[in-house]
């Protein structure tokens, strides 16, 4: 007689090999739109990490990157009178301040550029240094493209939407130039010279010194062999030299000041 168990165990095998083909097969598919889902989730959350990349880049960037638009500007390069009119743009971006305009494209120094629709005010295309010797020589930093402007006789610091009237001091670029914001005399090998606020000089160890005397608008070169004194009450510089002297204590003048604190605007500085 014939084993229907057999028969039957026979005939169910096939029928579970395929149940095991047809759950594997919705496995598969199954994995297949996790791994697509997956896939979808991972090329959105790249996305995502991009977009938010390049908008921080674009956030620091302009950060690090400041610009003055439609100023007519004057500034003396080499001795002559270069004026920028129309329609201009400084941009800074890094160490390096460009100035653009329709038909050229200069790199800047920190030679203060001088606006030519406001009487008594200086642009610093750079960052320079503010010395104040009644505070035994306190330096603070002062940002580029700070402005400095007299109103009724008090010279003022600004700096976008901030401005701040500043003590008995000086500007120092760390190499040799010196802005002066009140009146003050150069002697130069026994010669006086009388210079205006908001004039500067640019002075080289024992060869030349430039003056640009703002109230009278004359930029003059001096050769000499000496030493250029500026002699106050309070305090003497030898711009020569880069020293400091007020009292019995003699300094020199700091070169690097990308460390220093910076100069701010409230009520406690």
């Known amino acids: 007689m014939r084993n229907d168990n057999n028969v039957n165990k026979k005939v169910n095998k096939p029928n579970g090999k395929v149940d095991r083909i047809e759950k594997k097969a919705k496995r598969t598919k199954k994995d297949k739109k996790a791994t697509k889902k997956e896939t979808v989730f991972r090329l959105l959350l790249t996305l995502i990490l991009l977009v938010a990349i390049v908008a921080i880049g674009i956030y620091i960037t302009r950060l690090n ?37 329709t038909n050229m494209n200069i790199q800047l120094d920190s030679t203060p550029l001088y606006y030519v629709d406001t009487d008594n005010k200086a642009l610093f295309p750079s960052n320079v240094e503010l010395v104040i010797p009644s505070t035994n020589g306190q330096v603070y930093k002062i940002n580029r493209f700070s402005n400095v402007y007299m109103d ?40 006086d010279y009388e210079l205006s ?25 001096v050769e000499t062999d000496g030493f250029g004194i500026i002699e106050t009450d309070d ?7 880069d020293t400091i002297k007020y009292g019995d204590r003699e300094q020199l003048l700091l070169k690097k000041f990308d460390d220093l604190q910076m100069f701010t605007f409230d009520d406690n500085q």
């Open 65 to 101: 990157t400041d610009f003055i638009e439609n100023y007519n500007f004057y500034q003396y390069i080499g001795g002559r009178k270069i004026s920028y009119e129309g329609a201009l743009k400084i941009t800074s971006k890094g160490e390096i301040t460009e100035l653009s305009t």
């Open 235 to 241: 305090y003497s510089i030898n711009v020569s030299l």
């Open 152 to 191: 009724n006789g008090v010279v003022y610091l600004q700096y976008r939407d901030k401005s701040k009237e500043l003590p008995e001091s000086f500007i120092f670029d760390g190499s040799n130039l010196y802005f002066f914001l009140d009146e003050v005399t150069l002697t130069i090998d026994d010669k």
């Open 197 to 221: 606020p908001l004039s500067y000089i640019v002075a080289y160890n024992k060869s030349s010194i430039e003056i640009y005397n703002k109230a009278e608008d004359k930029y003059e070169v």
